[in-house]
DNA sequence: ATGCTTTGTGGGAATTCAACCCATCCAGTG
DNA sequence: CACTGGATGGGTTGAATTCCCACAAAGCAT
């Protein structure tokens, strides 16, 4: 299904209202169905574009293994956690529709956890199965913090 | 594949444009097909400069064998963390081309990283098997530190 | 219902930046 | 002392990105 994994790193501009433009270099590869995918909410200074099939699995996926632990009763006295995730996994993300130029308008309810104002610069990265835009205070501190494991974490995804 | 180890210190000048040249000396022994090359992240104030064909053999076909997994669905519920190697992944290191006389257009993301201004010297070294770019500071460093072991490690590698 | 305001979309103009190419300068050499 | 090859600087071109404005759609108030 999907193909081509997704690199780079780019530094891009929004616009006056809230609009990044994403690379072709990760545009093309992510192959969206006139501009169809998702938007989610990585964590505090980072959002994630998906094309769309490719989060319907990852979503499928978890939705089932979840399933699974309910009808094996091992949630049994932890419904309300649940009933709290699902709530939560409703705000995590939501579809949008790159316009034109592969342009992206960042929704009401993202800019806020993007924390942007509109004009600022955000970093464009690509993280192999999806796009990620970062607000560059945030990425910075995040390389810090963790490319330091950087060796140990591939040598246990490649071997 | 390759034969010629690389190996010399040369001292350059960025241009205004955050160009360097790469001596002949080192450059002829790389071997660059067309001018392609990988530039890498070392370590603050080092990028490395790699043959395509070299890297490739290095990072792509682990890069390779990741992508395998992944369409093979074994790491289905790991995606989070492939995320995560992609991030890292996509600031270490980028493709370039050299332009006509070997000469080297250092990226935007890779300036800051090597922590130079244009105008500034910076040190190119023969790595053995890659070209090093160092800020000419971090490299009498390095040296200074590196260079009372540097014996044992001869030893360690010849013996 | 109508007009005003806010928000999203499209696209053109302006600007920035890298690729390309050539000119100059300098050192080493015959 | 002219010649050669490498190093550096700079102009021009062309593409990509940003800036900005006009238009459309939706929401709100009168």
């Given at each position: ?11 891009r501009?929004?616009?006056?209202r809230?609009?990044?433009g ?7 590869p992510?192959?969206l169905?006139s ?6 909410k ?7 574009l998906?094309?769309a ?7 499928d996926?978890s ?6 632990k ?6 049994e006295?932890?419904?309300?956690e649940?009933?709290q995730?699902?709530?939560l ?11 034109d ?8 309810g ?12 955000a ?7 999806c ?29």
């Open positions: 299904m999907e193909s081509e994994l997704l690199f780079g790193e780019f530094q501009s929004l616009d006056d809230y609009r990044v994403i690379p072709a270099d990760l545009l093309e992510m192959d169905q501009g169809q995918a998702v938007l989610a990585e964590r505090p200074g980072c959002l994630s998906w094309n099939g490719l989060w319907r699995q990852k979503m996926a939705i089932k293994v979840l399933q699974g309910i009808q094996a009763g091992r949630l006295g932890r419904l309300n649940v009933q995730l699902g709530r996994l409703s705000t995590r993300h939501r579809d949008v529709k790159l316009s130029r592969g342009r992206l308008l960042i929704p009401e993202f800019r806020e956890f993007l924390q942007v104002e509109p004009g600022d610069d970093m464009v990265i690509g993280a192999a199965v796009v990620e835009i970062w607000r560059p205070n945030a990425w910075v501190d995040y390389l810090n913090q963790r490319m330091p494991r950087f060796s140990k974490l591939f040598d246990k995804l490649v071997e």
